[in-house]
């Protein structure tokens, strides 16, 4: 009975945090709802704006013109609420945690939440204007381009995920490098495996034009330089705190 009452609490603590996580996604959601068309409309600027003068999207679905603006609207309701949930996780794990882990694994937490924000940003601001003027350019004579909202909604959402994970490189390395994985001269001694993956990888997941696969393949390079840089800077420190 003891050792079932602990487990009670933590489910019910559990369930009172999924909760709270729930309650703030959905009251950034009814709190931008009203506003959903011009967060749609935001999200496809980058588009709008390559697209020949005098056409726009369409939407082939009967349903997309309502369900596609609430889509993208629980997405940005869902990273509004992510230092609501981020807490909520947190207050629930770090009783469990010692103190050196607590301090580990806080920053990485925060970084990698700003990392694919970032990344996320970046796709944004950087490689869609790259990309759709690219295929407006490409577009045969002769041929309309007038892209569906929700495909484009789908592609958007995978080159923001790609992005993303692609900014948390140094995450990676840093966590390998402390958990003893791999040593700083095996990170040196991988980095031009790296660069091939890179390109390899940007040549998957970005559309066929090398200037957008450029556009992911340096940045995930040069992240992998930092993630080294910054395994050696927080190696030193510990070296000095242990001193």
């Not at 009172?16 to 996580?21: E, Q």
Request: glycine residues 6%; negative net charge; hydrophobic residues 60%.
């Amino acid at each position: 009975m003891s050792d079932q009452q602990p487990l009670l609490a933590h489910l019910i603590e559990l369930r009172s945090r999924v909760v709270r996580i729930t309650l703030g996604i959905v009251v950034c959601f009814l709190a931008l709802f009203h506003w959903s068309g011009d967060i749609y409309h935001l999200l496809a600027k980058p588009m709008l704006d390559a697209l020949p003068a005098g056409t726009n999207m369409i939407a082939t679905d009967v349903t997309a013109p309502f369900f596609v603006p609430v889509k993208v609207t629980m997405l940005v309701a869902f990273l509004l609420s992510l230092p609501n949930t981020m807490y909520q996780i947190w207050a629930f794990v770090a009783p469990g945690l010692y103190n050196h882990e607590k301090r580990l694994i806080l920053p990485l937490v925060i970084s990698s939440v700003l990392l694919f924000f970032v990344g996320m940003a970046f796709a944004y601001f950087a490689v869609f204007p790259v990309v759709f003027g690219f295929m407006s350019a490409v577009t045969p004579e002769g041929v309309s381009m007038m892209t569906d909202i929700d495909k484009y909604l789908s592609f958007v959402l995978g080159m923001f995920v790609a992005f993303g994970v692609t900014f948390e490189v140094p995450i990676v390395v840093i966590v390998l490098h402390r958990m003893g994985v791999v040593s700083l001269a095996q990170l040196r001694e991988g980095r031009p495996y790296v660069i091939v993956g890179a390109f390899v990888i940007a040549a998957v997941v970005t559309p066929p034009d090398v200037l957008s696969q450029i556009m992911m393949a340096v940045p995930l390079w040069l992240l992998y330089e930092a993630g080294i840089l910054i395994a050696v800077l927080t190696g030193r420190q510990a070296e000095v705190s242990h001193d």
